[in-house]
């Protein structure tokens, strides 16, 4: 007899994308107003915790070893680097 | 050695011929061969999105007048169906783990659904299901600025990680009704589907919303 595996879990994180996602929507809209620094930041903390939801419930890393976390996680901290320096860095060349 | 042996013999060998690993437990190669894959295929994104982040950043005039807007409505709805798709494989995989083939074997089928209509949806939003509709058409045309071409580059390289994933999911479900797969098989279909899931999620945010 085959393991049973709990589904409710999926359900909540599938709600809370589609939360997320609507969220997403409502702050986006130029309608809504709302500045652009809060907007950005919020905007990419959004997708970012959509994506952690994502990985960690759907592709069951939460459930993996230290090992193989550390394996898909550790190699995301140089690109994070690169993004913030490299995007940083254009847009001072233009504002100075 | 034993797996190496029974290889050798010409019986298929199955996930868990190995013994649990100290650092990596009872995931299968497959499994981590696929999560190298998605780990080599995320830089590929990531680079595409840096170029993209250091272009419009350095950028005076993003969007130039006289090109359109990118729809945003009509894309959270594709974005909402490929996560439906994800929800969809996700049971998949749990059916698999089960045991039940028939309930595996639906579970595919919508999520290939949902990724013929992710792609039936960009195909209308780049060139249109009816005549003159379509970015294309309403002049956002590759090479013509940098805000047309990184869009095209972007979605479309996605686009083609969902052609392949709702092929991989296609073969998949008919091996699967040919009894010629495991849970296993399913999970690290799941891994490369959920993927690009995440990847979209991320896309869409960078390219649509910001």
């Given at each position: 007899?085959a393991?049973?595996?709990?589904?409710?879990?999926?359900?909540?994180?599938?709600?809370?994308?589609?939360?997320?996602?609507?969220?997403?929507?409502?702050?986006?809209?130029?309608?809504?107003?709302v500045?652009?620094?809060?907007?950005?930041?919020?905007?990419?903390?959004?997708?970012?915790?959509?994506?952690?939801?994502?990985?960690?419930?759907?592709?069951?890393?939460?459930?993996?070893?230290?090992?193989?976390?550390?394996?898909v996680?550790?190699?995301?901290?140089?690109?994070a680097?690169?993004?913030?320096?490299?995007?940083?860095?254009?847009?001072?060349?233009?504002?100075? | 050695?034993?797996?190496?042996?029974?290889?050798?013999a010409?019986s298929?060998?199955?996930?868990?011929?190995?013994?649990?690993?100290?650092?990596?437990?009872?995931?299968?190669?497959?499994?981590?061969?696929?999560?190298?894959?998605?780990?080599?295929?995320?830089?590929?994104?990531?680079?595409?999105?840096?170029?993209?982040?250091?272009?419009?950043?350095?950028?005076?005039?993003?969007?130039?007048?006289?090109?359109?807007?990118?729809?945003?409505?009509?894309?959270?709805?594709?974005?909402?169906l490929?996560?439906?798709?994800?929800?969809?494989?996700?049971?998949?995989?749990?059916?698999?783990?089960?045991?039940?083939?028939?309930?595996?074997?639906?579970?595919?089928?919508?999520?290939?659904?949902?990724?013929?209509?992710?792609?039936?949806?960009?195909?209308?939003?780049?060139?249109?299901?009816?005549?003159?509709?379509g970015?294309?058409?309403?002049?956002?045309?590759?090479?013509?600025?940098?805000?047309?071409?990184?869009?095209?580059?972007?979605?479309?390289?996605?686009?083609?990680?969902v052609?392949?994933?709702?092929?991989?999911?296609?073969?998949?479900?008919?091996?699967?009704?040919?009894?010629?797969?495991?849970?296993?098989?399913?999970?690290?279909?799941?891994?490369?589907?959920h993927?690009?899931?995440?990847?979209?999620?991320?896309?869409?945010?960078f390219?649509?919303?910001?």
């Amino acid at each position: 007899m085959a393991a049973h595996v709990d589904r409710r879990t999926y359900w909540i994180v599938f709600g809370s994308l589609a939360i997320l996602t609507v969220l997403e929507i409502l702050v986006a809209l130029p309608s809504m107003g709302v500045p652009k620094v809060p907007k950005v930041i919020s905007l990419i903390t959004m997708a970012l915790s959509k994506a952690a939801l994502v990985g960690l419930f759907f592709m069951h890393l939460k459930h993996e070893m230290r090992a193989l976390k550390l394996t898909v996680a550790l190699p995301f901290v140089f690109p994070a680097i690169y993004a913030v320096v490299l995007i940083g860095e254009a847009g001072w060349r233009l504002i100075r | 050695m034993s797996a190496i042996a029974t290889a050798a013999a010409g019986s298929p060998p199955v996930a868990h011929a190995l013994p649990a690993d100290e650092y990596f437990g009872s995931a299968s190669l497959g499994k981590i061969g696929m999560w190298i894959f998605l780990l080599s295929d995320a830089f590929s994104f990531g680079g595409l999105l840096l170029a993209y982040g250091i272009l419009r950043g350095g950028s005076e005039v993003w969007h130039h007048p006289g090109e359109p807007s990118l729809g945003i409505p009509f894309t959270a709805f594709l974005t909402f169906l490929l996560i439906c798709s994800s929800v969809t494989m996700v049971l998949a995989v749990a059916a698999a783990t089960e045991g039940h083939r028939r309930e595996t074997m639906i579970f595919l089928g919508l999520t290939a659904l949902g990724g013929i209509g992710f792609l039936t949806g960009q195909f209308h939003e780049y060139f249109g299901l009816v005549p003159h509709h379509g970015l294309v058409h309403e002049g956002l045309v590759f090479g013509h600025s940098a805000y047309a071409s990184t869009f095209y580059v972007i979605t479309s390289f996605h686009g083609a990680h969902v052609l392949t994933g709702t092929t991989y999911i296609l073969v998949t479900l008919a091996r699967t009704a040919a009894g010629k797969t495991n849970a296993n098989d399913i999970e690290v279909l799941g891994l490369f589907w959920h993927f690009v899931d995440l990847i979209w999620i991320l896309v869409f945010t960078f390219v649509y919303l910001l």
